[in-house]
């Protein structure tokens, strides 16, 4: 499958953005995730929806929300309450077989191409 992420660009800290990762099929029977890398960093974990539930990274809890259409075919992250500190490079990630590993980068096959969310306060 590929994956098309967009969506990011310029905030204030407080503002709300919504990234769209769109997928080339049906993304029903995958673990889905949302990873970020700003800059000299890691790529870190934010959100995923695996074996049906949501996970999120601590520092995204409560602010953002990782969900995906009816058609199965584009997951989404809404980001809220946005922070400097959120600034980064956004990935979405997809992984057809279950894992515990939601939040390892290692784990999923496909990824998206990024974009870039910029947060000033």
């Known amino acids: 499958v590929q994956l098309q992420a967009c969506g990011g660009g310029l905030a204030q800290a407080g503002d709300s953005l919504r990234l769209s990762c769109a997928a080339s099929?049906?993304?029903?029977?995958?673990?889905l995730g949302w990873f970020r890398q700003a800059p000299g960093m890691e790529r870190e974990f934010v959100a995923a929806?695996?074996?049906?539930?949501?996970y999120y990274a601590d520092s995204v809890k409560g602010r953002f929300s990782i969900f995906r259409d009816n058609a199965k075919t584009t997951v989404y992250l809404q980001m809220n309450s946005l922070k400097p500190e959120d600034t980064a490079v956004y990935y979405c990630?997809?992984?057809?077989?279950?894992?515990?590993?939601?939040?390892?980068?290692?784990?999923?096959?496909?990824w998206g191409q990024g974009t870039l969310v910029t947060v000033s306060s």
């Open positions: 099929g049906s993304l029903s029977d995958y673990d």
């Open positions: 929806i695996s074996g049906g539930r949501t």
């Open positions: 990630a997809a992984d057809k077989h279950y894992s515990r590993n939601y939040d390892h980068t290692g784990r999923y096959d496909y």
